[in-house]
């Protein structure tokens, strides 16, 4: 399938939450699409000549939704990894079966996430691809038109890596240097490269340093794991004599440019280090929960000034990467520790738009209804029998009820990829068959039938 035409669209009458610098809240709005951006936002805007007019009665209209942390590679293992904590999760299961990806079945994995993300309102991530074939995971977003920057998976050590994910650190920042000069800035920079370390424990020093060192040179982000389960973080700290964040931090990976996804054991020197430089942490609730990992104290770290995303992290680790369900756990998680007031449905829906658009590198670019924006838009049912009678506050509505089958349209750079409730740049059902196929042989590749 072709991608739809990126052309004019006046979106009508809808309850706007621009979270632009005035936090406007706007009934019957409208919000004026043109040339790939957002042209105007306001009330009874006129629709130019060869406009589409997309009726909002009754929807909530705001920022396409940002996920800072995901793993596309990933998305054909859902189900097959459940009971697990983090390390025998990697080791028995997740390592085994990327090792086993080929192209196409990468392709597929890549194919199926992104269905699943635009059909539930994501239109942007910061993806982790894995050692191989990391060109497939660009061609899906490149054909499909997610908002996507990723990059390889770079591993030259650890114990339990599979020999085929296992690089020489030389040949892994060559091939990602190669990758990234292809991809960054594709499809007029919709496709951005990210530098991927995998976590401490699977990266030499070397590797670290030189990733630190080509990020800097190419203005690329670094996307990696950071203290996400207690046995991981004491491993890091008997072998280093120091903890994730603080490690990274001295080999050059700290800064405006770098997110850690997860960060739920940093000691409190660490979170103020975030704060101090700018380091994003990406909040990974639904997928900390199923592996037992731990809570982020995610209103001490807000209070502190550490910047924040959302992500679902990989679909076998969640096993949904339905944004909606992130945001409610953001928002409630933590309230029995907090107390009833310490994140409210507005903290998290900016963590999830604006503060994801900051990790990205984007905060310029997406994030919030502004004119000038790249026109990314999501599109939200509200008369739902589960989301009715209507509060005051549609963005309490949102956070706290709302799920990823309530999206009925979404816009990336202007493109409508999602059109009543239809993904427009692929055949779900015929995705769904494919994916299933493959994950059959992907499965039996690695060994792991009967697992
Ligand atoms: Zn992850």
Known sequence: MTLPPRSAALLRGGTVIAMDPGRRLIEGGDVLLDGGRIAEVGRRLRAPRGAAVADCRGKAVLPGLVQAHVHLCQVLFRNRADGLELLDWLRERIWPLEAAHDARSLRFSARLGIAELLLG???????????????????????????????KALMDAGEGVPRGLRDRTDEALAETAALGRRWHGAEAGRLRYALCPRFVLSCSERLLRRSAELARREGWLVHTHASENPTETRLVRERLGTDNAAYFHGLGLSGPHVVLAHCVHLTAAEERLLARTGTHAVHCPGANLKLGSGLA??????????????????????????????????ATLHLPRFGPRSVTAHDALEVATLGGAAALGLRDEIGSLEPGKRADVTVVDLRRPHLAPRGED??????????????TDVWVDGRRLVHGGVLRVADTGRLVAAAEREARRVVRRAGLDGA
Do not use: I, K, W
């Open 121 to 151: 309102g994501t239109t942007a991530v910061l993806d982790m691809a894995t050692v191989h074939h990391t060109e497939q995971v660009f061609l899906a977003a490149r054909e499909m038109g997610l908002r996507y920057t990723g990059g």
């Open 297 to 330: 104290p995610l209103p001490r770290m807000r209070r502190r000034g550490v910047p924040l995303a959302l992500g679902a992290d990989g679909a076998p680790c969640n096993n949904s990467l339905d944004v909606f369900h992130e945001l409610r756990l953001a």
């Open 394 to 407: 549609p963005v309490a509505t949102l956070v706290y009820g709302a799920t990823a089958a309530d999206v």
